[in-house]
């Protein structure tokens, strides 16, 4: 049996001038398809299944994905104190849902509902919580750098902008230690620095370019 994943709503194939909807399935061994949503195919196995329906040929198939490595990744830094980074993951309490953490297919279906190629990331909204589908989304892997656990964040216009990608963004890179210095030390607020350094039309340039990461 083959369970939905998304629709493909760009491909459509027209036959006897009907429109068909394509979506994108995976078979019960790992298999992916992409099949006209109403097609008899969906209540069938797929051609893999016909070779094998082991275990090992089903975690085969999946691995072979890019995200099967990320998934289990995921799992390791935050279940294995044996690996890299495991203590700004698993050992500051970060877990994987259970959902995820017990079904590959769970994770895979989330991930490609939101559309994602290698260009994109999965990225914590609040660094602070687990990975679950209510906590996490798909960015930019370069936004990814500036969502982080020591990210400082500033305010502008009731919204909140990396600070570092702000520097990187308007040529202030060498300025950015004296403004981290400035609001920690002694409770300079951005809007000072925005002043000081006459930035307020390129930073405003650059919000509505939707460069910046926004904090949510």
Known sequence: MRTFVRDIPEQKIYKNGKKRILAEYICECGKLDIIA??????????SACGISKSKLTRTKVFSEHPLYRKWSDMKNRCNNSKVDRYNVYGGRGIKVCEEWKNSYLAFYTFCMSK??????SLDRIDVNKDYSSENCRLIPIRDQYYNLQNTIYVEYENKEYPLAQICNELGLKKERYTIISGIKKHNKSFVYYI???????????LILSNILYQKI
């Open 195 to 205: 002043e000081k350094y006459n930035i307020e039309h390129r930073l405003k340039a």
């Open 115 to 120: 559309n994602w190629n290698n260009k994109l």
């Open 37 to 46: 949503k109403e097609s008899n195919k969906l209540n069938t196995s797929c």
